[in-house]
Every structure is written in C-alpha cells, then in structure tokens.
C-alpha cells in the first residue's frame, strides 16, 4: 500500500530522515516510535504528502506520491495531528463533516449516504453527543476524538496518526486504539500511528518501526523490537521488560 525507498528530508543544514525504507501492506497497524526529534512526525507528514521535498520515493499502491493532487490523495490518506488550529467556532458535526469533502464537488451538501459516514465516524470515536458544540469549548481529548472521526469520514484506505492518545484518557485511549485496530484487521485499513507510549504500541500493533537519529533503528514486531538491548540503546536509560501475562506482548518499566 505504501512504500518508502531511501527516504530522505532536511531542514537546511539538519538531516531529520536518513536513508528510510520500508514498505506497509493493507490491514497493517505499524506502531512509529523513538526518542523526542528522532523523525516520526516528519516522515508521517512525508507519507501523508504534506512535505514534498524530500529525496527518495514515496509510492502509494505502485503510483509514485507526486502523480496524486490533493484531492485524489485525501480520498486514500487521512490524518490524525495532534495539534489541530481552528479559526472559527464550527460545531464538531461540521468539522467531522469536512471529511467527506474529498467525494464532494464544490459548493455540494452532504448527502444522505455522506451524513450517515459522519454519524458512524462520530459514534465510533464517542463523540456524537458533542456534534452541536462548538469546537474551541471543547476539551483537548473531545477534540482529538472528533479529528479523529473526521479522518474515519474519509473512509481511507491509510490511516495515519500522530500521537492519537494524546490528552486522553485511559477508556478513550482503549477506545481509540481498538477503534484502529479494527479498522486494520476487519476493513484491510493499513494504519500507521506515532506513539510515545511504548505499552500502548506493544499492546495494540502488529510491527513495530523505530527510528533513532533520523534512521530506521529497526522494524519487526514488538517482540522482537521492544526488547533491552534495542531500546536501551536508543533511549539511552535503564529499562525493565516483563511479558503481559494474558497477551504474552512486552511491557516496559522504568
């Protein structure tokens, strides 16, 4: 679904991807992780074809990321930021509702089958209760979850999320992640998500990819991945491993 062949980007003089390749199939969850200003968000923005002067190759099922617009793109890739600036008091019904702009032409109202999605999105993440507020007297995690269904309108084919949990709590934090989860085993979603929470990404994710220094420190599954010697040397502190004693995935203590 995705690949990315000797990826690399700069900011001037600071090399922030060196060298990244890998590739991603449909029905995916990738957990991204590494220290703060290892690269996660930029090569998040780099497949999500909002950073474009990159050297290397992005492909998007065989077809090379340049060869889309915006609008084709959008109707394969939605995002989940976690910061999202909104200058006027829309309710979360219309910025849910702005997903499905992609599939609309100019000036089009949502149809019946469009208000639907935006409903189902908003039922998913929790937050159809909130679809009259206003977004700016939302809370930090009501907001995510409405981003959130903003992107689940889209109905893409690639998910990709950028610290998703952030200012949740630990029953939105489940419901979010399961919410990904399924939609990669049940709807052949390839998701891609940043985490900083390791147990978050060991419990939910099928692969892990960790970057250190702007480089691809390693990819496999957690396993594998989140083990001592592989963080420790990464994250440059003492860790503690145990297995979770239902799903037998790694835990991390510190």
């Given amino acids: ?10 900011y001037g003089t600071i090399t922030a991807l060196r060298d990244i390749s890998f590739q991603a ?8 992780i590494g220290p703060n200003g290892s690269g996660k968000s930029t ?13 290397g190759r992005i492909t998007i099922g065989e077809k090379d990321i340049s060869g889309y617009n915006s609008q084709a793109l959008a109707r394969v890739i939605s995002v989940v930021f976690q910061d999202n600036y909104f200058p006027f008091d829309f309710t979360a019904y219309e910025i849910v509702a702005m997903g499905r702009s992609p599939f609309l032409k100019a000036l089009q109202d ?9 409903e189902e999105a908003m039922r998913q993440s929790d937050c159809w209760q909130l679809k009259d507020r206003p977004i700016t007297e939302l ?8 981003i959130l269904s903003r992107a689940l309108a889209q109905q893409p084919k690639v998910l990709l999320m950028d610290e998703p949990t952030n200012h949740l709590d630990l029953k939105h934090q489940r419901l979010i992640l399961d919410t990904a989860r399924k939609l990669s085993c049940q709807g052949g979603v390839l998701v891609i998500a940043v985490l900083h929470d390791l147990n978050l990404a ?8 960790l970057l250190h220094q702007g480089a691809l420190a390693a ?4 396993n594998e991945v989140l083990s001592e010697s592989v963080l420790k040397s990464v994250y440059e502190t003492d860790i503690d491993i145990v297995l979770h004693p239902r799903t037998k995935r ?4 510190i």
Avoid: W
């Fill in 1 to 10: 679904m995705i690949a990315a062949n000797h990826l690399t980007y700069r």
């Fill in 25 to 32: 199939a449909p029905g995916e969850m990738i957990g991204l």
């Fill in 43 to 55: 090569l998040l923005s780099c497949l999500a074809g909002l950073r474009v002067n990159f050297s």
């Fill in 110 to 118: 949502e149809t019946a089958y469009d208000q639907k999605i935006i």
């Fill in 139 to 146: 809370s930090g995690g009501e907001r995510q979850r409405v």
């Fill in 202 to 209: 060991a419990s939910f994710c099928d692969r892990i990819i």
């Fill in 219 to 222: 990819d496999d599954r957690p």
């Fill in 250 to 253: 790694p835990q991390i203590l």
